[in-house]
């Protein structure tokens, strides 16, 4: 295996001008001397025999090399820091600190009840729950902001084992125009009405996702808000079978007659973010999570 004659300092300080826009900038960010960045991508290029920047009117850009070389410095330097990361955790026994990313989907009584019994065995180590929706728990995964995901959509790169089914049913309040047609009830019929829906929370956010195309829409940040505004009778809307056994139970809500569609089975995955580098104590709460689950969906159909 060849040895690398580049350093990780010279390539964070060509990643450093690129994305502070200038060596000046690029110096107070490093703190180091504008000097001493200016040598390290001029050592680069010399090393390489490649121009990583050129000038174009009074600025200096990045050539199409520069371009591949950044990119793949920001690859090589990140996975750097999580390799440091990583054995430090591993260093030091039971993690002190946990992330999941957990799609709201998921029953939150259920979650709690896994996080408590973790907590039995690891009181000391901190929980930090992120509740994100469609893309946001990919994105958690993707970005290194998670441990441990409960995701519907597994980001390319990730291993995700089937975890559970959800129920998610077409409901809308007994009042609702939608109860009233005679018949089933078609998607030209809910066109006509406001579809509520929650948000994703990722950046990228993909409002189709679970939803269809209606001129009339509410978008909520919260589940709960959109079970409150069905329940309200101001639109229909496609929830977790489980969020709403009360509205169901006291007549708030009704399950649509629809044709096609009413009920939609979503899959939810379990991810270890890395497998290869995780701590004991992420393996413990995938344990934990995985036997609760099981026990849960064989003991009612709560959650299946």
């Known amino acids: 295996m060849d040895t690398p004659h580049i350093t990780l300092e010279q390539w964070r300080a060509l990643m450093a001008v690129v994305e502070q826009g200038g060596y000046a900038q690029a110096a107070a960010r490093l703190n180091k001397s504008q000097s001493a960045v200016t040598y390290a991508v001029q050592k680069i290029e010399e090393m390489l025999g490649v121009a990583v920047f050129e000038i174009q009117g009074r600025k200096a850009v990045l050539t199409a090399t520069g371009n591949m070389l950044y990119r793949r410095a920001r690859s090589l330097v990140e996975e750097a820091g999580l390799l440091e990361r990583a054995a430090k955790t591993l260093s030091a026994g039971w993690e002190p600190e946990l992330t999941l990313a957990v799609e709201i989907l998921f029953p939150s009584w259920l979650l709690f009840e896994c996080l408590g019994k973790f907590g039995e065995e690891s009181p000391n180590t901190r929980i930090e729950v992120l509740e994100s929706v469609i893309g946001g728990t990919s994105e958690a995964l993707l970005q290194h902001r998670a441990d441990i995901a409960i995701t519907p959509m597994p980001p390319p790169g990730f291993l995700g084992e089937a975890l559970m089914t959800m129920r998610t049913i077409a409901v809308a309040h007994p009042d609702h125009p939608l109860h009233h047609l005679g018949r089933a009830v078609t998607s030209r019929d809910l066109k006509r009405h406001r579809h509520l829906v929650v948000r994703d929370s990722g950046s990228l956010r993909t409002s189709k996702t679970l939803s269809i195309e209606v001129e009339r829409r509410w978008t909520v940040s919260h589940m709960s808000s959109s079970i ?60 934990i999570l995985r036997a609760s689950v099981i026990r849960e969906c064989a003991k009612h159909d709560r959650v299946s």
Do not use: T
């Open 228 to 287: 409150q505004a069905v329940s309200a009778g101001y639109g229909f809307a496609w929830l977790p079978e489980y969020r709403i056994y009360n509205e169901l139970e006291a007549g708030l809500l009704k399950p649509l007659p629809m044709k096609e569609g009413g009920v939609r089975p979503i899959q939810l995955y379990l991810v270890l973010a890395d497998p290869d580098f995780a701590g004991p104590g992420a393996r413990r709460l995938m344990e």
